[in-house]
T-cell receptor
């Protein structure tokens, strides 16, 4: 089905572990984004990508790594998870300048 | 001070009421977005507008570029409208670029039957 999908939907892990959140979109959108959503902060941009092999930092990039070798995939890796990274993570995509963003259903990540 | 402010932060209404959610921003923008997030759910784009007014079903979004203000109106509200409504702006390139959205913190709406 066309759309944007995130996996896993829920993840529990321990501090210090590496975690990768997956994001896949079927529209061939140029732009993809990773956000985290926390109470009191709203949505905050972690990283974004304007095209394959082009990524840039957002507001809160520390502790995260991204890659975009293919247009449709934009994985987010927590190299050594910390409790402060417990959050709900949303991936989004859009086609061009000034188009609406389409969001995935989110990944709820808990780090113990 | 946040670049995007929403008011009120929480709102409880009775079914059938007319609801207004406000958003003010402080930067020049190319577009403003209204998003909806149901409890435990994903985020859906409701409107993107750069001027005037847009309507979709019972939802109406307006924007006043000069006053840097937008409103989202819900007519004949229903319990299924209960959600968090998020305002976001695309800043002009001269003010940080339009690749990224700047988000308000959201407004939680509860509509009671």
């Amino acid at each position: 089905d066309a759309g944007i999908t995130q996996s896993p939907r829920y993840k529990i892990t321990e501090t210090g572990r590496q975690v990768t959140l997956m994001c896949h979109q079927t529209w061939s959108h140029s732009y993809m984004f990773w956000y985290r959503q926390d109470l009191g902060h709203g949505l905050r941009l972690i990283y974004y990508s304007a095209a394959a092999d082009i990524t840039d930092k957002g507001e809160v990039p520390d502790g995260y790594v991204v890659s975009r070798s293919k247009t449709e995939n934009f994985p987010l890796t927590l190299e050594s998870a910390t409790r402060s990274q417990t959050s709900v993570y949303f991936c989004a995509s859009r086609s061009q300048f000034n188009q609406p963003q389409h969001f995935g259903d989110g990944t709820r990540l808990s780090i113990l | 001070k946040n670049e995007v402010e929403q008011s009120p932060q929480n709102l409880t209404a009775q079914e059938g009421e007319f609801i207004t959610i406000n958003c003010s921003y402080s930067v020049g923008i190319s577009a403003l977005h209204w998003l909806q997030q149901h409890p435990g759910g994903g985020i859906v784009s409701l409107f993107m507008l750069s001027s005037g007014k847009k309507k979709h079903g019972r939802l109406i979004a307006t924007i006043n570029i000069q006053e840097k203000h937008s409103s989202l109106h819900i007519t004949a509200s229903h319990p299924r409208d209960s959600a968090v409504y998020i305002c976001a702006v695309s800043p002009l390139p001269s003010q940080g670029g339009s690749e990224k959205l700047v988000f308000g913190k959201g407004m939680k709406l509860t509509v009671n039957p």
